[in-house]
């Protein structure tokens, strides 16, 4: 399951300071895996930033309640492009392996 949070610019510390604690622990978001890019940079809202995640029901549930009060969920278009963009990252950058591999 994806989900995609938006968050103000000016709460992006505080949002990073939770993303990166804990980094070996049993239930963590550096374990899990996230993506977090301004919103400028992906054609969004630049007075935000947007946090995606891919990951378990259970991760999920437990990344929504660490993160109460500093993000919401993003609307659902917005989520969709975000999501969109964010694939279109990887697929890239998957081609591009493939090239330096000679594949």
Known sequence: ??????????????????LEADP????????NGYKLKDGQ?????????????RATDEFLAFAKEKLKGIV?????SVA?????????EENN????FGSIFGQ
């Open 72 to 76: 919401s969920e993003a609307p659902p």
């Open 80 to 88: 969709a492009e975000v999501s969109k963009k964010i694939q279109e």
């Open 41 to 53: 940079m992906i054609g969004q809202d630049p007075q935000k930033c947007y946090l995606f995640i």
């Open 24 to 31: 070996y622990g049993q239930i963590s978001f550096s374990r």
């Open 1 to 18: 399951m994806e989900i995609v949070f938006e968050c103000p610019l000016s709460n992006k510390e505080k949002l990073k300071a939770i």
């Open 93 to 96: 950058a998957e081609i591009g």
